[in-house]
């Protein structure tokens, strides 16, 4: 009976163990123009809303290291620079059936303790105006010589060529509490001055913890094996204290 007992209490604890694992944790996150990176694995849900640039644009997960990155997926990229390329100024790109997206949407699980940022390269298809350009603007800012490029919270200016007022109150969101509007700069060189809309490419996240690993079979076992030893240890020291 007491053996039976003390293997329950051991199948007790590894069912408390499961539970343990699979409950969700606060995780301290950053997500905003000072890098993307989770004190636990992260599943981010991406939903690409559309552009409105001249360039074709393709948005890639990087994985920072220093002030240098390496790219590690593709979330969104245009296959032409709009849907229909002959009605400029408006160079809108919606994705699905007739869009120059493919996909909608996109995942990428972002490893605990890594530091990540979103880099949107924008080729451009003619050669520059006014001088060289540089192709990949950063979600992070000091990747960008410490220029914001990216808004964490909001869809930047309404009207094509209005500067974004106020920038630097949208620098970080929650991803965890609900769907976070991203809005980026592109680019590098036009024609005239960079008007800094913040409205070229938009896109939509939202959070969740990568689900954690439970004990398998074998653990459990283990566990229970210990919980038997355990009993029979108790069981010859309560038989040799008889014996005195």
Aim: aromatic share 12%; proline share 7%.
């Amino acid at each position: 009976m007491k053996l039976r007992r003390c293997l329950l209490t051991a199948a007790a604890a590894t069912a408390a163990l499961q539970g343990m694992t699979s409950m969700p944790a606060q995780a301290a996150n950053i997500f905003g123009t000072s890098g993307i990176q989770f004190d636990a694995d992260t599943i981010v849900d991406f939903g690409f809303a559309f552009s409105n640039n001249q360039f074709r644009s393709t948005l890639y997960v990087a994985e920072q290291q220093g002030a240098s990155t390496t790219r590690v997926a593709t979330l969104f990229e245009e296959t032409r620079r709009s849907n229909n390329e002959t009605t400029p100024p408006n160079w809108i790109a919606t994705c699905g059936a007739g869009g120059a997206v493919a996909n909608c949407s996109s995942q990428f699980t972002f490893r605990a303790g890594v530091l990540y940022t979103l880099e949107l390269f924008s080729e451009a298809l003619e050669e520059p105006v006014n001088g060289p350009r540089v192709p990949s603007m950063f979600s992070t800012s000091a990747l960008n010589g410490g220029t914001q490029r990216a808004l964490f919270g909001s869809l930047g200016s309404a009207g094509e060529g209005v500067p974004f007022p106020n920038p630097g109150n949208f620098t970080s969101a929650n991803p965890f509490a609900g769907i976070v509007a991203l809005a980026f700069e592109d680019g590098a060189y036009r024609s005239e001055p960079e008007d800094f809309d913040f409205n070229d490419f938009y896109v939509f996240a939202s959070a969740r913890l990568a689900p954690r690993p439970v004990p398998t079979p074998p653990v459990m076992g283990g566990l229970m094996l210990v919980g038997a030893i355990a009993y029979f240890n108790h069981r010859r020291q309560n038989a040799q204290k008889q014996k005195i």
